[in-house]
């Protein structure tokens, strides 16, 4: 482990296939879609998406938290603890004045804009909290995982769309690297299922209408696809310098090697028709992982189930790769949590790297013509793998790209 290296030494998950890292690999390599109807979109055009179960949220949060803070916030709480505790790192035991937070968050769940819109059309603006700015701000998220750890160093909020999780990843890296920290707590946090948010992407055309089949409706690379699954969650890791872990007697989960971030300028809400801000994101953290195309064994695709981006993201990894190493979409089984996503397959990485299993992926029965990739199906596989890539790409033309490789 060399001294430069930015290692991962903890992850938090907290997703619709449940809450903590183990719950969610289980569900990802069962190949079993968390997508169901959703009682609080009934009525609407599109009524399913995927929610992290709430038995486990409200049994994993205090009181209090759960008061004071939207819901994003209390993914990123409790993924942020998991990831933590997995480190081996106990708050109050460390300088705190020396540990970073930089999480990703989209948007926010727009639950609390819908309740003060209904309190200001009935005229009950009492009804209206005192904790209703601060409890929806992005940023948040960084600030009460901060406050909740004690941790006093650079705190970030990021938001690149649905790159965002994947962005705060990489900023928490050149934060390590330029000194300013010595841990950084980096991730993503999203609760995008409510009504304001389903009527949206509804109206843009983004989001599957598979109504007869939640199940089956995040289907990405297939012929069938329609549009993408609202879904909720949260990933965070614990990065660190490769000294400052050894000097802990933490040997580190992965390496994360390299970063990539880039704009289209393009249009606000298509990719680039042939994907040439996501290649250069791509490229970009290969040759900052100082690696070949070749030298990659897997790819965790952005594979949201719309038809634009997944010809596109097909397109841009045979230019890359030219024979792309064996792919999976891992919304195909969590749905799409937005600015949370690009984390969550961060961290699913880390745990493709350590089972050196690649998890399958949902409801691809038939690939549409021209999009010729090795697509993991079916069941997972166990395969060699020393170094892979997740990608990430958002509304606004913002692409993200992560290299994570075995330590």
Do not use: Y
Not at 168 to 177: C, D, E, K
């Amino acid at each position: 482990m060399s001294g430069a290296q930015t290692v991962v030494t903890g992850i938090g998950l907290a997703t619709p296939g449940g809450v903590g890292a183990d719950a969610t690999w289980r569900r990802l390599c069962a190949g079993e879609p968390t997508a169901s109807t959703d009682p609080e979109l009934a009525g609407l055009p599109v009524d399913f998406s995927c929610r992290v179960p709430d038995g486990e949220l409200a049994g994993a949060l205090g009181r209090g938290l759960r008061w004071r803070t939207d819901r994003f916030i209390h993914l990123a709480v409790i993924a942020a603890r998991e990831a933590i505790r997995d480190a081996g790192l106990v708050p109050g035991e460390w300088d705190g004045e020396r540990v970073g937070v930089v999480i990703g968050v989209g948007g926010s769940g727009r639950d609390t804009d819908l309740h003060v819109a209904r309190c200001l059309v009935s005229g009950t603006h009492r009804k209206i909290s005192p904790t209703t700015v601060p409890r929806a701000l992005p940023n948040m998220a960084a600030g009460e995982i901060a406050a909740d750890l004690g941790a006093k160093g650079p705190g970030l909020g990021v938001s690149t769309a649905c790159a965002s999780g994947a962005t705060a990843i990489g900023i928490g890296r050149q934060l390590l690297n330029g000194g300013m920290c010595d841990i950084a707590v980096v991730g993503g946090a999203e609760s995008a299922c409510g009504p304001l948010s389903s009527m949206g992407f509804w109206r843009l055309g983004a989001l599957s209408t598979r109504r007869r089949d939640p199940v089956g409706a995040s289907r990405p690379f297939d012929t069938e696809r329609d549009g993408f699954v609202l879904a909720e969650g949260a990933g965070v890791l614990v990065l660190e310098r490769g000294d400052h872990a050894r000097a802990r007697g933490v040997p580190g989960k992965a390496v994360l090697s390299g970063f990539g971030a880039t704009s289209d300028a393009h249009h606000p809400t298509s990719p680039h028709p042939e994907g040439e801000g996501a290649e250069r994101a791509v490229r970009q953290a290969l040759a900052d992982a100082g690696l070949a195309p070749g030298d990659i064994h897997h790819v965790n695709a952005h594979a949201t189930s719309t038809p634009l981006n997944d010809r596109m993201e097909s397109a841009v990894l045979h230019r890359v790769f030219r024979r792309p190493p064996p792919v999976t979409a891992t919304k195909s089984v969590l749905g799409h949590s937005l600015g949370a996503a690009g984390a969550v397959e961060a961290a699913v990485c880390v745990l493709t790297l350590h089972h050196q299993t690649v998890h399958p992926t949902a409801n691809l029965d038939t690939p549409e013509p021209g999009i010729d990739l090795d697509i993991v199906t079916k069941a997972a596989r166990r395969c060699r793998m020393d170094a892979v890539l997740s990608t990430s790409f958002g509304f606004g033309g913002q692409n993200a790209a992560l290299v994570l490789q075995t330590v």
